[in-house]
Nanobody, 121 residues
Framework: QVQFVESGGGLVQPGGSLRISCAVSGFTFSNYPMSWYRQGPGKDRGLVAAITRGGASTNYADSVKGRFTISRDNAKNTVYLQMDSLKPEETAVYYC??????????????WGQGTQVTVSS
């Protein structure tokens, strides 16, 4: 059973930083690219960042380039998202999923509960 457990969200001031994590089980983590998505209030879920199986290559949404960093630890079956210089409009629930670079879509239909990130003064 595929399971994604996101954690580390919280309240942060504009311009602040936060690191969120996603622990994965139910498939061979090191065999799959991974990704982070987010869904803000009244918005569709959208891709934030993706990383290849070994972590050598990454992709980012234009809006977060230079401020967010995706990474992974294959020994811990965990993917991370370091978020710097956060903006209020980035308030959202953040989710992880395995990723298909060919189709540019998430691999699994089931999602975790997400972790809430609120950027506000």
């Amino acid at each position: 059973q595929v399971q994604f457990v996101e954690s580390g969200g919280g309240l942060v001031q504009p311009g602040g930083s936060l690191r969120i994590s996603c622990a994965v089980s139910g498939f061979t983590f090191s065999n799959y690219p991974m990704s982070w998505y987010r869904q803000g209030p009244g918005k569709d879920r959208g891709l934030v960042a993706a990383i290849t199986r070994g972590g050598a290559s990454t992709n980012y949404a234009d809006s977060v380039k230079g401020r967010f960093t995706i990474s992974r630890d294959n020994a811990k079956n965990t993917v991370y998202l370091q978020m710097d210089s956060l903006k209020p409009e980035e308030t959202a629930v953040y989710y992880c999923n395995a990723y298909d670079f060919w189709s540019r879509r998430p691999l699994y239909d089931n999602w975790g509960q997400g972790t809430q990130v609120t950027v506000s003064s």
